[in-house]
């Protein structure tokens, strides 16, 4: 008996040394996917120094001493905190979900293959002005270096979400900056849901006029008359309107780019800062970029409380 429980302790204690072992891998490997905030990095594609500094809120604000060299820092920027955002975004315009995500995304890949966003932002790239291409190749540019960086340094996958859905990375192209344009587009416009809504209460009415009184054309006359419409459509009851204009209830798979009617949004992140200046009494975390072959000594790391200059 007492052999026994020496023999079960053993085999608990090696079970949770194993446990241990196996959430330690898992932590040191997600940790070693998550940016550094606080380091120098040398770099080819900047014509002088670039510096990244993060506020209390990690917000980054990026000084340059041109507008490709301040494009540069934004797509680095980018690529320490949005890179698995930017993959999936990318991949979801180019019809390519199901080649991480299985047989679950096939429907999303075959409806943005039919609207070839891709194509279109490919074409767009040759008829950009020249401010316009500089900012996009610095964009790409600064994408890249963080991308290199990872596959030179192992940091990870460069996101903790690559560990669960492996895939390769395709450096990051003007193209693709201008095809997220497109699909964030995409995303807030109800355009599509709204003529499937049209079409189903169109085969439910049978009525031109009556349709027009319920969805009234856009732009049409912009005047309106409210009547009771329980009234003018008896043959319309709330049951055969609610499912005219629901259809058949299917659930919407969370990486489609296309909403709900009536639930369109639009991100505030475009409200944050960049370029702005540091406050007095704060803290920051920085990074500095320098240019290849522009090597000095004494570079400066971040993490000090700078004043207001």
Known sequence: MVMLF??????????LVLVGLFLGGVYYLASRSLPDYDKSLQVDGIGAPVEIVRDHANVPHIFGASDADV??????????????????????????LSEVFGPATVEIDTL???????????????????????????????VNARLEEINRDALGRGAPEMFLFNAPVAPWRPTDSIVIGKLMATQMMGHLQREVMRARVSVAL?????????????????????????????????ERALAASKG?????????????????????????????????????????????????SGIWRGSSCRAAG
């Open 71 to 96: 494009f540069f820092g934004l797509g680095y920027a980018h690529a320490q905190d949005r890179l698995w955002q930017m993959m999936v975004m990318r991949r979801t315009a180019q019809g390519r």
């Open 112 to 142: 943005m293959r039919r609207l070839d966003i891709y194509k279109l932002a490919e074409a767009s790239v040759p008829v950009q002005d020249a401010e316009a291409l500089s900012a996009l190749e610095a964009y790409a540019k600064g």
């Open 6 to 15: 020496r023999w079960m302790m053993r085999i608990v204690v090696l079970a």
């Open 248 to 296: 058949p209830a299917r659930p919407r798979h969370p990486l489609s780019p296309f909403r709900a009617p009536g639930f369109g949004s639009a991100s505030n992140a475009g409200r944050r800062r960049l370029n702005a200046r540091p406050r007095a009494g704060r803290c920051w975390r920085a990074i500095r970029i320098w240019a290849i072959p522009r090597l000095r």
């Open 206 to 238: 049978k009525a031109p006029e009556r349709l027009r009184d319920i969805l009234p054309d856009a732009p049409g006359a912009g005047l309106a008359a409210l009547p009771s419409y329980a009234s003018l459509m008896p043959e319309l009851t709330p």
